[in-house]
């Protein structure tokens, strides 16, 4: 079956940058859009950024995230990151990487899920 597997989180200070990767198996990667969403304690799951290979790699960005957030891929490595420059406390949260047919900001869209990965900011 299709695997999503993030890495790249961690424990990191305010202004540091970090790049998520999210590895995909079992899966056409260009046939695909690639997202990422996060979810910060007590508050529901919030769309990132999402790019599709489809048409002209086009890509978007939640409220507010554009500017700090780039989200890119490597087809050779069916590989998706999300780079996040100037980090926040507010952008601590687990960060899950989804595959799904159609370039969507709502998560019910994306059919394959990752498990996460926690991005702590300390100030």
């Known amino acids: 079956q299709v695997q999503l597997v993030e890495s790249g989180g961690g424990l990191v200070q305010a202004g540091d940058s970090l790049r998520l990767t999210c590895v995909a198996s079992?899966?056409?990667?260009?046939?695909?859009?690639m997202a990422w969403f996060r979810r910060a304690p007590g508050r529901k799951r919030e769309f990132v950024a999402a790019?599709?290979?489809?048409?002209?790699?086009?890509?978007w960005y939640g409220d507010s995230k554009k500017g700090r957030f780039t989200i890119s891929t490597n087809n050779a490595k069916n590989t998706a990151y999300l780079q996040i420059n100037n980090l926040q406390r507010d952008d601590s949260a687990v960060y899950y990487c989804?595959?799904?047919?159609?370039?969507?900001?709502?998560?019910?869209?994306?059919?394959?899920w990752g498990q996460g990965t926690q991005v702590t900011v300390s100030s």
């Open positions: 079992r899966l056409t990667f260009e046939t695909y859009s």
């Open positions: 989804a595959a799904g047919r159609i370039l969507s900001i709502l998560e019910e869209n994306y059919e394959h």
């Open positions: 790019i599709t290979l489809m048409t002209d790699s086009d890509s």
